[in-house]
Nanobody, 114 residues
């Protein structure tokens, strides 16, 4: 059974930073793409950042220059470094993994507020 377990969310002040982690278990072959999406209240889920197994990455326009995605292929773990956070970044952040099938984590809440 494939499981994605996220951690690292929380409450942070504007301008602050967080680091999210997501570890995938139950997949024994290389994961083609790993990434992060987010969904704010009343809004559709949007792509934050994705990273393929060869290092190619893509970012959402609103996070470019502030967020960085990375992964440890040996640990099937993907990270998201969130810097210079603002209230508009408040959302539930979901990781996913694609390798033939698409799998999602349960989400972790990020709240940016003073």
């Amino acid at each position: 059974q494939v499981q994605l377990v996220e951690s690292g969310g929380g409450l942070v002040q504007p301008g602050g930073s967080l680091r999210l982690s997501c570890t995938v278990s139950g997949i024994t072959f290389p994961i083609r793409v790993m990434g992060w999406y987010r969904q704010a209240p009343g809004k559709e889920r949007e792509m934050v950042a994705i990273l393929d197994k060869d290092g190619g990455s893509e970012y959402g326009d609103s996070v470019k220059g502030r967020f960085t995605v990375s992964r440890d292929n040996s640990e099937n773990t993907v990270y998201l470094q969130l810097n210079n956070l603002n209230p508009e970044d408040t959302a539930v952040y979901y990781c996913n993994a694609f390798s033939g099938s698409l799998y999602w984590g349960q989400g972790t809440q990020v709240t940016v507020s003073s």
